[in-house]
């Protein structure tokens, strides 16, 4: 069965720091990986996803199939990226698994 | 506009009630999820669509079912609702082929 792990459940940057946000997945077949956030008060919403190989507000994420990893990255962190994100992984199947999620707080 | 409905947002109810959460969504997906979401926590799949008359149980056991009669609309019943049922459901869609998931605002329940 499929799996996304998150490991950190709460982490704390200071404002222009780097930010990384770890996720690894488990699954025998072709993984799609995306990134999804949910800001306060708002509906969780797509960030990024692997496939696209693109950087949105600032954020990137690799796909290591090796490693089976897809962590979120970014250079300077900024207080409005203070939220929920949550890495998901679509199967085969087309089923959208998600992580138990991190709570970013960029410290200002 | 285009987008997904979920409703009540709200809902308080005793326990052995019978409820119905809807979700609708204009966006013409194929593709629906049921999730359960609590505070802070990580979302559970507990049902899925490909399209009308189909429905799938997802990841996470759950005593809740759901019908797909029409493309747009996903609604989820519990016969009878528990205290143990208290969480925040989440609706999402999606094309079918396609990963990006288009997310509802959410139902709270509250069994008392």
């Known amino acids: 069965a499929q799996r996304v792990t998150q490991p950190e459940k709460l982490l704390s940057v200071f404002k222009g720091a780097p930010v990384e946000l770890k996720c690894n997945y488990s699954y025998s077949g072709s993984p799609e990986l995306f990134w999804y956030v949910q800001y306060s008060r708002q509906r969780l919403q797509l960030l990024l996803r692997h496939i696209s190989r693109e950087s949105i507000k600032g954020f990137t994420a690799d796909l290591n199939k090796g490693e089976t990893s897809f962590h979120l990255k970014k250079p300077f962190a900024q207080e409005e990226d203070s939220a929920m994100y949550y890495c998901a992984l679509r199967t085969d199947d087309e089923k959208l698994t998600f992580g138990t999620g991190t709570r970013l707080t960029i410290i200002p | ?112």
């Open chain 2, 1 to 112: 506009e285009a987008d997904i409905y979920q409703t009540p947002r709200y809902l308080v109810i005793g326990t052995g009630k019978k409820i119905t959460l809807e979700c609708s969504q204009t966006m013409g997906h194929d593709k629906m999820y049921w999730y359960q979401q609590d505070p802070g926590m990580e979302l559970h799949l507990i049902h899925y669509s490909y399209g009308v008359n189909s429905t799938e149980k997802g990841d996470l056991s759950s005593e809740s079912t759901v019908s797909r009669i029409r493309t747009e609309h996903f609604p989820l019943t519990l016969e009878s609702a528990r205290p143990s049922h208290t969480s925040q459901y989440l609706c999402a869609s999606s094309y079918r082929g396609r990963g990006k998931a288009f997310f509802g605002q959410g139902t709270r329940l509250t069994v008392v």
